[in-house]
């Protein structure tokens, strides 16, 4: 028999805020549904390890679900009318979709946007050299990374090579089983006694990032560098390409090996780039499964953020106020920059972003209250910033409330956090950018471990509280 609860038991249920294991509180139905959905989200982020695959993967998908280009529209002169599904790339590394809502574009649309690039090792434009009987190419990285999570680990080469005569060569190489793979090195504990007393952000150097790429030399004694030169043979002989063409090229390094199922249970998701990802898959995941919504529905998929959302392809530009703008062209025949300006004002932006995860191997780290847990659902995040909330965004206590209630009406898991505590680091987001264009914009998506490593954590059920959660927000009526 149920023991019956007390006054004091009953008074907490209905006045004390206490986070979920979104596990224990799913069915098992729903469960499953966790489990399906990230058997297709690890397959996404095995085809889709630079910002370039991604959009390439999403316009793929998008075309089969009935989206079509809004620039194909704009120039024909058709007018959009609601349930149309529409999609805009830009330059190749960011993508925004839509589907048109009932109610006019200056009512404000629903956006749920997320960056698509990671943390990761480029090639430098003349990268090729020499040295000790090896060949290597020099690196530069891209966003906050730790430098010696990237040495004696697998990785892949992935990118896009213009050639002298305009031509773009697509390299990936690494991923499949016969692939070679490529490597940074380390040095040997036995001789690291001066490296070992370095501190930890200085034990490799950002020069030190050198990838070793091959050790055969070229068969004519005649010929300086022949190791160099065999390189640039079998590049030739590959791809068509000549040394020079590598300084009109984007190549990206990226790990080699693919996203995993991690722990006995496989109740997480292991792999490289899910800082954004997982938050921009879900949300183009949810956008594809909307059908007429009130308000037009918006899904932003941008370049950039990890080294400031700078570029005409970062939220910085003027990407996104382009995209609201061609909207609202082509549903009124009497545009005006108002139409635009209360678009934008009436505009509701979930800014889909990682929390980072209590670890309980770094507690100290979080102000364990107010931080995010695996687990736990999705988490919605009111400020960003660091050290008394500079550059990041913090939404209005009104528009929490709403996503509150809306989560809550559709029995969506969620929990709150911050970016650790108050004066231990921060950092931001592509929030700021929307909001300054007078949007309302809350941060929400999934906690995560080891955050901007080649090997992130997330956990099934919080990606598919993402999901949902971002679902619901592309139907939501107010």
């Not at 249920?13 to 986070?19: H, P, Q, V």
């Not at 995941?285 to 007429?292: D, G, R, T």
Request: aromatic content about 8%.
């Amino acid at each position: 028999m149920e023991e019956k609860k007390t006054e004091g038991q009953l008074l907490k249920e209905r006045l004390a805020y206490d986070t979920k294991n979104a596990w224990e509180k799913s069915s098992a139905e729903e469960r499953e549904k966790a489990f399906s959905f990230c058997e297709d989200y690890k397959k996404f982020l095995d085809r889709a390890k630079t910002e370039r695959e991604f959009i390439k993967e999403t316009v793929k998908i998008a075309k089969d679900k009935g989206f079509v280009c809004l620039d194909e529209i704009e120039n024909s002169g058709e007018k959009l009318k609601p349930g149309m599904k529409v999609y805009r790339v830009i330059r190749g590394k960011s993508a925004i979709l839509a589907v048109i809502g009932n109610k006019p574009i200056s009512d404000g649309v629903n956006v749920v946007g997320g960056h698509i690039d990671a943390p990761r090792i480029d090639i430098k434009q003349n990268p090729i050299y020499q040295d000790s009987g090896m060949a290597l190419m020099e690196t530069h990285y891209y966003g906050g990374i730790k430098k010696y999570q990237w040495v004696t680990i697998p990785l892949a080469i992935h990118g896009v090579v213009v050639k002298g005569d305009g031509s773009i060569v697509e390299i990936s190489i690494g991923e499949n089983d016969e692939d070679p793979v490529f490597t940074i090195t380390d040095l040997l504990p036995h001789l690291a006694q001066d490296q070992m007393q370095k501190k930890m952000s200085e034990g490799i150097t950002g020069e030190g990032l050198n990838l070793l790429i091959g050790s055969i030399p070229y068969d004519d004694e005649k010929v300086k560098e022949k190791i160099k030169l065999n390189i640039l043979n079998i590049l030739n002989q590959k791809y068509g390409i000549i040394e020079e063409d590598l300084i009109s090229a984007e190549l990206e390094i990226v790990p080699a090996f693919k996203s995993k199922d991690v722990g006995f249970d496989r109740s997480m998701v292991g792999a490289y780039g899910q800082d954004d990802r997982v938050c921009s898959y879900t949300a183009l995941k949810a956008v594809l499964e909307i059908e007429q919504p009130e308000k037009t529905a918006v899904c932003l998929l941008t370049d950039k953020e990890e080294i400031g959302s700078m570029g005409n392809t970062g939220a910085e530009s003027n990407l996104f106020e382009n995209f609201i703008a061609t909207l609202c062209s082509l549903t009124n025949e009497n545009y005006s920059d108002i139409m635009l300006r209360k678009a934008l004002y009436n505009t509701k932006v979930l800014s889909a972003d990682v929390n980072p995860a209590v670890d309980p191997n770094f507690e100290g780290v979080h102000e364990k209250q107010n931080a995010s847990f695996m687990g736990k659902g999705v988490v919605i995040t009111k400020y960003t910033g660091s050290r008394g909330k500079a550059g990041g965004s913090d939404a209005n206590a009104e528009f929490v409330g709403e996503i509150r209630k809306l989560f809550n009406e559709n029995g969506i898991i969620w929990q709150t956090g911050e970016l650790g505590k108050v004066d231990q680091g921060g950092g931001g987001t592509i929030a700021q950018y929307i909001a300054n264009l007078g949007a309302q914009v809350l941060d929400c998506g999934a906690a995560i471990l080891s955050m901007h490593a080649p090997f992130e954590i997330t956990s099934k059920i919080d990606v598919y509280m993402c999901f949902k959660a971002f679902k619901a927000f592309y139907s939501y009526k107010a």
